[in-house]
């Protein structure tokens, strides 16, 4: 019994009298197999080039200089709140809530926010400054390789600190930026939303 091959079907041959053309080849996936472990490398990687890395930076820089300037004026009546808020907004996506928040509110996230934002500061200056640091480690006054981590060779030492310490905290200090800056957005939406 024949069987009628049709056009699009696998084993279609238009020219008359030849026999059906098997496809021998293995099952082919157009989808590209992802794994999961490069992708979550990769991911650890470019996190310290991303954008949103370095507006968390940036709120970290500012919001302590900020709350400081923010405590007198709002006892003078300046809108702080709103600009507390919209630092927040700029710099860590806080989502915005319709008119300003009152006065007191602006008072009250410079005054309990400034312990946190401190912290925070001291730790991503430190963090940060940890980098250049390690990479310039040859510069550094009182440098001696022999007693050094990676020493006793002047390469094995300035290796060591360029890849354990600048390296280390250039992939560390993003993650533990993004931990800070959640609980420093969780504070201003609970304060000044």
Do not use: K
């Amino acid at each position: 019994m024949a069987t009628t091959r049709t056009p699009g079907h696998p084993e279609y041959d238009p020219r008359p009298g030849t026999a059906p053309v098997r496809d021998e080849s293995p099952v082919r996936n157009e989808s590209p197999v992802r794994d999961e472990a490069s992708v979550r490398v990769w991911r650890v990687v470019r996190e310290p080039f991303r954008a949103g890395t370095w507006r968390r930076v940036g709120y970290a820089l500012l919001a302590f200089p900020a709350g400081l300037v923010c405590v007198p004026l709002s006892l003078v009546g300046a809108p702080t709140g709103r600009w507390q808020r919209s630092l927040a907004q700029r710099f860590l996506g806080l989502p915005g809530t319709p008119g300003p928040p009152a006065p007191a509110r602006g008072l009250a996230h410079a005054l309990l926010a400034a312990p946190l934002n401190l912290l925070v500061l001291a730790v991503t200056v430190y963090g940060w400054s940890i980098v250049p640091m390690n990479l310039g480690w040859p510069l550094r006054a009182g440098s001696d390789y022999a007693d050094s981590w990676g020493g006793p060779t002047f390469a094995g030492a300035w290796a060591f600190h360029a890849l354990v310490g600048a390296g280390g905290f250039l992939l560390l200090m993003p993650w533990l930026g993004r931990a800070m800056a959640a609980v420093q957005l969780r504070l201003a939406a609970a304060l000044l939303s």
